[in-house]
């Protein structure tokens, strides 16, 4: 079964910074997809971006981009110029090709300094 | 406006009652999903409909039931069967390719008295 980890359960960062949320994976597939998603308060899960295995290209979304490493099964977040509205869980999240099934890790909570 | 709209946002259920979270959508979405929130931990699949009359259990079934009547309403049963229910339960939907993203209702917190 393909799990998902998340080992960092919190992290901060000042206002305007960078910060990098890990993540890593275990599958036998070939084909598949990566999801960030984002929690906020409110706990509404909001897509922040997604990634296809058979792109090499990372993927970017204004200020969040991926740093997808597929031999070392690693997907990890970036988000610059953090934001305070950046503050939530953040949760990764892996899809097999064909397979309807989400799997989710545990999530990082991400705390914003102002 | 189009979205998944769960009801109710708060629910308590007594010892031995079986309870049913409602998740209606108006995306035209054919899948639908739910999953279980408990603190510290990820969200865990419960069940998933691909269409109308047909779904399939996920990683933790056991104490719940669905029924998918229609396209739009994939309603949740929390049965007596289910001893740990306390947790917070998110429906969500997606058009039927792999790369399409979920959409979430804004939750239904269940407790038990």
């Known amino acids: 079964a393909q799990t998902v980890t998340q080992s960092q359960p919190e992290m901060s960062v000042q206002e305007a910074e960078t910060v990098t949320l890990s993540c890593t994976y275990d599958t036998s597939e070939s084909d598949y997809y990566l999801f960030w998603y984002k929690q906020p308060p409110s706990r509404q899960m909001i897509l922040v971006i997604r990634q296809e295995a058979y792109k090499q290209q990372n993927a970017t979304e204004n200020r969040f981009s991926v740093n997808f490493q597929k031999a070392a099964k690693s997907f990890s977040l970036k988000i610059s110029d953090s934001q305070l509205g950046d503050a939530a869980m953040y949760f990764c999240a892996y899809r097999d090709f064909g397979n309807e099934k989400l799997t989710f890790g545990t999530g990082t909570r991400l705390t914003i300094i102002p | 406006d189009g979205g998944i709209t769960q009801s109710p946002k708060y629910l308590f259920r007594k010892e031995g009652q079986n309870v049913t979270l409602s998740c209606e959508q108006n995306?035209?979405?054919?899948?639908m999903y739910w999953y279980r929130q408990d603190p510290g931990q990820g969200l865990r699949l419960i069940y998933y409909?691909?269409?109308?009359?047909?779904?399939q259990k996920g990683d933790i079934a056991e104490g719940y039931s669905v029924s998918r009547e229609k396209k739009e309403s994939f309603p949740l049963t929390v049965t007596s069967a289910q001893k740990n229910p306390t947790a917070f339960y998110l429906c969500?939907?997606?058009?039927?390719?792999?790369?399409?993203?979920?959409?979430f209702g804004s939750g239904t917190q269940l407790s038990v008295l």
């Open positions: 409909s691909q269409i109308v009359n047909d779904f």
């Open positions: 995306l035209n979405h054919d899948a």
């Open positions: 969500a939907s997606s058009l039927p390719r792999d790369n399409e993203k979920l959409f």
